[in-house]
């Protein structure tokens, strides 16, 4: 009996396969702009004009939908870039329900630059909250789970059934889980969006973000309302143009080889830090939700096979004291962004801006792919002072 390939071979072959013409086994990077028709003005295959599709494009796309358990996926340029497509995607003057703790350039897209839409943000940790929210029609919920940068966790499946009673379609950000953590289409929801710029890239070197479907854009489906929407942000790739170069999206492709073994190494990594952190004077708090203490820590153990490497830390004392924890790191590096193999640190109040709702003493850590004593042993003397 034959059984579904398992993640680790999804990763490595989805979407990819030896070149005919050459033989070569990793794909060619395909630089044309446009494709020759035949004399009788056929194409010899599924690309016209590399805005609307490439074949490095296609194969990240593959690999993307195949690794969600989705029907199908579309790239763009960054990671805002897909959740913009999606918010584009909607009918006018929509409303929207998305979470008050949220990555902060969400945020901004959500509040500045789709001024038609009714966005309403909303404890989405807390279900009986959610349920309150979705008692009026809405046409999109915003998860992100865990959210950025405070890992508060959201019952994905709760709210998938609160917000179908309202006919409202779920979007989850699983950029920080990857599908080798949780797999939000399994659990009902209709949309993934990710920044690959994270973790599917994986060596902080190429910008991108994807959009994936739970079902297949066919000519039979396309007439449901889901299978509109989807077809709607494909027509935003298309029409619109913040579609990714294919030297990127063969970098992400590449990326997705290594990516379970790296999450899981991470994840690892992260276990260690933030045990040794929990017990730590100058540590008020330790956010991650591996650990039992956290508040979502069993919604997250039910809905996802792992809790991810990152975390947030409280500093006693305040928004100086915890500048000055990221001054002193000497290993992890003083820098934005997430998911790459070098361990980062960020005071995130001090980026975001006076308005923001981050807590001023948060930091912010990335756990990269360095052996977990090393990164302990910096945070230890960089707290200590
Ligand atoms: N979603 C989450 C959860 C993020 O953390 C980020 C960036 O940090 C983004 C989306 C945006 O991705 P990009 O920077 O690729 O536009």
């Known amino acids: 009996m034959s059984t579904a390939p398992k993640i680790e071979t999804v990763s490595v072959h989805a979407g990819l396969r030896t070149d005919p013409s050459t033989g070569a086994v990793a ?3 395909h630089l044309s702009t446009t494709f020759e028709r035949r004399p009788d003005g056929s194409l010899p295959d599924e690309y016209l004009y590399i805005r609307e599709g490439n074949p490095n494009r296609r194969a990240l796309e593959t690999a993307v939908a195949a690794l969600e358990g989705g029907g199908a996926a579309a ?3 960054s990671g805002l870039a897909s959740i913009d497509a999606v918010l584009r995607a909607l009918p006018a003057a929509s409303r929207v329900v998305a979470p008050r703790d949220i990555y902060h350039g969400t945020r ?12 309403r943000f909303v ?14 029609p809405a046409a999109l919920v915003l998860v992100e789970t865990p959210s950025n940068p405070q890992l508060h966790i959201t019952d994905i499946a709760g709210v998938v059934a609160a917000a179908r009673r309202v006919g409202a379609r779920v979007l989850v950000d699983n950029t920080w889980s990857t599908p080798v953590l949780q797999r939000p289409l399994e659990l009902g929801a209709d949309l993934v969006v990710h920044s690959s710029t994270k973790y599917f890239g994986g060596h902080s070197d190429v910008q991108g973000g994807v959009v994936v479907a739970s079902h297949e854009l066919t000519a039979e489906t396309a007439v449901t309302d889901r299978q509109g929407l989807f077809g709607r942000i494909r027509a935003v790739q298309e029409q619109a143009g913040a579609a990714p170069a294919p030297f990127d999206c063969w970098l992400i492709r590449r990326g997705l080889q290594t990516l379970p073994c790296r999450m ?24 991650w939700p591996g650990l039992p203490s956290h508040p979502g820590h069993e919604v997250m153990k039910a809905q996802a096979s792992g809790f991810g490497a990152m975390l947030s830390i409280r ?28 361990s980062l640190i960020e005071h995130r109040a001090a980026i ?30 960089a707290l200590t002072g």
Do not use: N, W, Y
């Open 315 to 342: 500093v006693r004392g305040g928004f100086d004291d915890a500048s000055a924890v990221v001054g002193r790191c000497r290993l992890f590096k003083r820098a934005t962004s997430l998911g790459g193999v070098e």
């Open 108 to 119: 901004v897209l959500l509040t500045e630059h789709h001024p038609s839409l009714q966005v």
């Open 27 to 29: 794909q060619p990077i």
């Open 264 to 287: 899981r190494a991470h994840e690892e990594g992260a276990a260690e830090v933030a045990r040794a952190l929990a017990e730590h004077p100058g540590v008020l708090k330790v956010l």
């Open 352 to 381: 975001e801006g006076p308005e923001t709702p981050t807590p001023p003493d948060l930091l912010r850590l990335s756990i990269g792919l360095e052996h977990p004593d090393d990164l302990v042993d910096d945070l230890l003397q």
């Open 75 to 77: 790239c763009f340029a």
């Open 123 to 136: 404890e989405l940790s807390d279900l009986d909250a959610a349920r309150r929210a979705l008692a009026e």
